[in-house]
Each structure stands twice: as C-alpha cells, then as structure tokens.
Nanobody, 114 residues
C-alpha cells in the first residue's frame, strides 16, 4: 500500500513563491510518471505538472513558466516549485501517479491572497 504525504503549502501574497514536497512510502513509485494535482473549491481536480521517470516534464498553459516539478527517484520524493503565484492558484495540492493509481493523500493547502 503506497502512502502519499504532501507538505509545504501555506498563505502567500500574489507574486510570491512556495515549494511543495511529496513523499511516497510503501512501494516503489519511482518507475511511474508522477504528477502534482490541485483542486480549488467547486472545481474538478486538475493535473498541473507531470514528470516522467526519466525526468521529462509537462505543464498546462495556466502554470507553464511559473511551476517546476522535480523528482528524486532514490528518496521517492517529488517537489513542485511555484513562482509568481496568482490568486487563481489557490487550491489544495496533491501528488499522485499519472494516470492516478494510488489513494489520495490529505493534500496541502495553498492560498494566494493579499
């Protein structure tokens, strides 16, 4: 059973930065593509960053150039560096494989507000 634990969220002003971390335990997800997802109130959960096992990355236009995903296959962790944050980035952020294979963790709340 794989457990995913996200951390690093918080309250930040528009234009600020945050770095999220995700630790996976219980199995070896390093062989899978991983992603960061977010869900804002009243909206569907969406994929905002994806990284393949070899390190290839992809992002939707809404975050491209502002978010950077990275992974450590030895430690089974992934990170999301978020810069130039906007109020629209406010959401609960989750990590999981892409496509989704494991149960969702508790997520980490990111609030962008002045």
């Amino acid at each position: 059973q794989v457990q995913l634990v996200e951390s690093g969220g918080g309250l930040v002003q528009p234009g600020g930065s945050l770095r999220l971390s995700c630790a996976a335990s219980g199995s070896t997800p390093s062989i899978r593509a991983m992603g960061w997802y977010r869900q804002a109130p009243g909206k569907e959960r969406e994929l905002v960053a994806r990284i393949g096992f070899g390190g290839s990355t992809s992002y939707p236009d809404s975050v491209k150039g502002r978010f950077t995903i990275s992974r450590d296959n030895v430690k089974n962790t992934i990170a999301l560096q978020m810069n130039s944050l906007k109020p629209d980035d406010t959401a609960v952020y989750y990590c999981n494989t892409d496509p989704v294979r494991y149960s969702w963790g508790q997520g980490t709340q990111v609030t962008v507000s002045s």
